[in-house]
């Protein structure tokens, strides 16, 4: 292997392993503000579904 080509992936496997409790804090948040953006819709689709399957088998 070329040793740039190894440096730039040792740089790289440092700067993920830096950055990875922010991106997994960004990622918590983004799904965070979708639940409450859209939690509504989700929770009817939720309760939707429920009832087709309870349909569903209870024929």
Known sequence: ???KI???LCGLAGAIYLLW???M???KV???NLILDYGIFIL???V???YYLWR???S
Do not use: E
Request: glycine share 12%; hydrophobic share 60%; charged share 10%.
């Open 21 to 23: 409790p922010y991106l």
């Open 44 to 46: 009817l689709f939720l």
């Open 1 to 3: 292997m070329n040793v």
């Open 56 to 58: 569903r088998l209870k």
């Open 25 to 27: 804090w960004m990622v």
């Open 6 to 8: 190894f440096l730039a």
């Open 30 to 32: 983004f799904i965070y």
């Open 48 to 50: 939707g579904g429920g």
